[in-house]
């Protein structure tokens, strides 16, 4: 996963509502179960190490799919979700935004007394990462967030963001430890964001002394860490657009939720009987699970699966949220019990959902879909964050307001 691409991330303001962030870390802590109960805990740190799958997460999750957001809200739903479960997973998070990532030396001590790791040589790691993004790589970007993945078998991930108030962008740096050989040897796993202006690279062959003086570490001669191998290029703009969506892989899941014959074909794979809405929303998150890196270049297609907190594509449907949990849910309980059938069921719908976009290749009217989502949105409890703002006596401005975000809805 080394070198997976460069994003733009416009910073983005705003709260994640309490009814939001409970079911981010529900839904999160059964993803990540999910792929470590298929694929392993080093793959979680993979994947956690792409930002291309890390953005689709957030989509799934009802974040707003293009901001810097993302970053802190998914990082501190599993960190509140995963941490209790620690013992039984094996994954530790570390660190946070702001006052948080002051306190990661603490943590990662704490977990490797626990876990018999080094934790010393784990702080050491949780310094140098942050500051050779915030030092090494002087690109303008100042480091506001830090969290530190670790697991009971000392594998480690590191995803922390720098902000740029002049461009009102974010950088999310990646880093993976089973990709990293040598700190000052093109290190990253990704670095995400927009370049803003000329970078000083500390860790470039030509900084050698430099090298010695900030890091006092002397390495070999390195090529230069900020390439990139894919690009991801975040736009300002709020709404979701059809250009934001690979249209054929939102078909296919839009065809087996809507079809009946596939509908009835992918519910008979999950063992359930399951709603169209619910069933579109499942698909997404299966992939989330169960998908290769080069399926998630267009992570704004994963926000069909659960909308977003500010209405972009559409507003959060909760009613599917809650059903969508509960499936995943039930699946991983009754793994836990020897029973799989279920959540491989999750796998066969994946693989399904492929083949229908294969063979049939569907292609999606995006501006339809989201028009539709809207038109329902109150029968399937839609809710924004605005919602939470506006005032039972002004019911009138509410609706007015209404009719100005969404114009679908008359």
Known sequence: MKRSGVADLPLHGGRVPPWLAARMQTLGTAIVESVVHHYGRSELLSRLS??????????????????????????????????????????????????????????????????????????RTSRLTARIDNNAVADGFQIYLHTFIVTTDGEWAVVQQGMNDASRTARR???HS?????????????????????????????????????LTIAR???????????????????????????????GAVLALAHERDLRDFASLLLLEQLGPRTLQSLALIAEVV?????????????????????????????????????????SLDAARLGRSEKLDGMSRLDQFARSVEQRLQPAADVEATIAHERRVSASVGGRTVFDDRRP????????????RLFPEHH
């Open 50 to 123: 792409d930002p291309f799958w890390f953005q689709a997460l957030g989509c799934v999750m009802g974040m707003d799919w293009h901001s810097s957001g993302i970053t802190t809200s998914v990082m501190g739903a599993l960190k509140r979700g995963l941490n209790p479960r620690a013992h039984e997973l094996g994954i530790h998070i570390c660190g946070g935004r702001g006052k948080q990532s002051l306190k990661t030396p603490a943590e990662l001590r704490a977990i490797a007394e626990r876990a018999g790791l080094d934790g010393d040589a784990l702080v």
């Open 173 to 175: 740096y990646h880093w």
């Open 178 to 214: 089973a990709a990293v050989r040598d700190f000052t040897a093109d290190p990253h796993a990704a670095i995400v964001g927009a370049h803003a202006g000329t970078i000083c690279n500390l860790v470039d062959a030509q900084a050698r002394p430099a090298q010695n003086a900030l």
């Open 290 to 330: 169960h998908g290769t890196p080069t399926r998630f270049d267009d992570p704004a297609r994963f926000s069909f699966a659960h909308g977003g907190k500010d209405g972009h594509p559409f507003p959060v449907p909760l009613r599917i949220y809650d059903e969508s949990i509960a499936v995943l849910r039930g």
């Open 392 to 403: 039972r006596a002004h019911a009138r401005a509410a609706t007015a307001g209404q009719l």
């Open 220 to 250: 070999q001669p390195v090529s230069q860490t900020l390439a990139e191998a894919r690009r991801l290029v975040m736009p300002a703009h709020h709404e979701v657009r059809a250009n934001d969506v690979n249209n054929k892989r939102l």
